[in-house]
T-cell receptor, first 114, second 115 residues
Framework: EPEVTQTPSHQVTQMGQEVILRCVPI?????FYWYRQILGQKVEFLVSFYNNEISEKSEIFDDQFSVERPDGSNFTLKIRSTKLEDSAMYFC????????????FGPGTRLTVL | AQTVTQSQPEMSVQEAETVTLSCTYDTSESDYYLFWYKQPPSRQMILVIRQEAYKQQNATENRFSVNFQKAAKSFSLKISDSQLGDAAMYFCAYRSSVGNEKLTFGTGTRLTIIP
């Protein structure tokens, strides 16, 4: 069964550094999402992406965050200058189309900012 | 904005018994989708079951079933014949049928299975 994959599984970085989290969607999926889960808290929506542009973003997704699909397959989340409070699990999710489809989640990237 | 509430931070059940996890939500929409996701210690999010609001019949997936009460805005998950592998955090989630369809999650219920 096809799966969403994410790399790296764990990223440790120093405050102020840039990080790029990568997601490989299921091949025929067209809608992409990033969610964040701070340890012990609920999963929160960050951004949705369709047709090579952002369709919605949350208030968490400020100017330090960006997303792109540079090569038509990988879907990346970049944090330009990490803060301590960016430490969290980041999940990529993808779905085929709208309405009737389910979002499938990747295994997540644990980001630790020191 | 839609909200999802899970009022049980923790639940426990004896192995082979049945347990019900509660979820309520608030929305002004008439058409939407509801989901239960399971998050084991590996922290991967795994879809357990989904329900379309326009369907009156409750969804079932093997040992997992839901009690969907649209008027009450309630969406509980019943796990029958609980197994040790069911131990996890369970998140209820809401998704609109229009727009970009982001998921809105509840705060989760940690389920412990007692051998």
């Amino acid at each position: 069964e096809p799966e969403v994959t994410q790399t790296p599984s764990h990223q440790v970085t120093q405050m102020g550094q840039e990080v790029i989290l990568r997601c490989v969607p299921i091949s025929n999926h067209l809608y992409f999402y990033w969610y964040r889960q701070i340890l012990g808290q609920k999963v929160e929506f960050l951004v949705s992406f369709y047709n090579n542009e952002i369709s919605e973003k949350s208030e968490i997704f400020d100017d330090q965050f960006s997303v792109e699909r540079p090569d038509g397959s990988n879907f990346t989340l970049k944090i330009r200058s990490t803060k301590l409070e960016d430490s969290a699990m980041y999940f990529c999710a993808t779905q085929v189309r709208t309405s009737t489809d389910t979002q499938y989640f990747g295994p997540g990237t644990r980001l630790t900012v020191l | 904005a839609q909200t999802v509430t899970q009022s049980q931070p923790e639940m426990s059940v004896q192995e082979a018994e049945t347990v019900t996890l509660s979820c309520t939500y608030d929305t002004s929409e008439s058409d939407y989708y509801l989901f239960w996701y399971k998050q084991p210690p590996s922290r991967q999010m795994i879809l357990v079951i989904r329900q379309e609001a326009y369907k009156q019949q409750n969804a079932t997936e093997n040992r997992f079933s839901v009690n969907f009460q649209k008027a009450a805005k309630s969406f509980s998950l019943k796990i029958s014949d609980s197994q040790l592998g069911d131990a996890a955090m369970y998140f209820c989630a809401y998704r609109s049928s229009v727009g970009n369809e982001k998921l809105t999650f509840g705060t989760g219920t940690r389920l412990t299975i007692i051998p």
